[in-house]
């Protein structure tokens, strides 16, 4: 679905240049006696590397639908980590690149959303909160308050 570029907000995800992007930062800019703009910082899904891009006010974007399943995760072997679906019980295997820092929050059947376009994993949303034990921790210092 095409949208115009003023419509652009932080989380949505866009088709531009051929790619899936994520857009990270949205602000809209008006200098002197030019035309409104709307400046953008872009995550792109597949490589993960991030770009700005300026689109003019008129300048209309396709927006891209996600589809999200819940998803379980099993296990961790071989730097990949395996998720079953909850409801068809499909089990997938996701590389470390594609989860980045949620794997350090992801606990032996810890529930997260999976995001697919077209059938391949795009990415990860984790749950707001996660229980943790803290294992270690650096001695405190005296008088350190």
């Known amino acids: 679905m095409l949208i115009p570029a003023t419509q652009l907000r932080?989380?949505?995800?866009?088709?531009?240049?051929?790619?899936?992007?994520?857009v990270m930062n949205v602000v809209h800019v008006t200098p002197g006696n030019w035309r409104g703009m709307v400046q953008t910082k872009l995550r792109n899904l597949r490589s993960g590397t991030q770009t700005e891009?300026?689109?003019?006010?008129e300048d209309k974007v396709e927006r891209v639908t996600?589809?999200?399943?819940d998803?379980?995760?099993?296990?961790?072997?071989?730097?990949?980590?395996?998720?079953?679906?909850?409801?068809?019980?499909?089990?997938?295997?996701?590389?470390?690149?594609l989860l980045g820092d949620a794997v350090s929050y992801l606990t032996p059947n810890s529930r997260i959303q999976v995001e697919f376009?077209?059938?391949?994993?795009?990415?990860?949303?984790?749950p707001?909160?996660?229980?943790?034990?803290?294992?270690?921790?650096?001695?405190?210092?005296?008088?350190?308050?």
């Open 10 to 22: 932080v989380g949505m995800t866009v088709e531009h240049n051929k790619d899936l992007w994520r």
């Open 128 to 145: 707001k909160t996660v229980d943790l034990k803290v294992v270690e921790t650096a001695p405190g210092l005296k008088s350190a308050t």
């Open 117 to 126: 376009h077209d059938g391949k994993p795009m990415g990860v949303n984790l």
């Open 66 to 69: 996600l589809e999200q399943h």
């Open 53 to 57: 891009n300026r689109f003019r006010s």
């Open 71 to 97: 998803m379980e995760f099993l296990y961790e072997s071989d730097a990949q980590y395996h998720f079953m679906n909850t409801e068809t019980y499909d089990q997938i295997a996701l590389e470390v690149d």
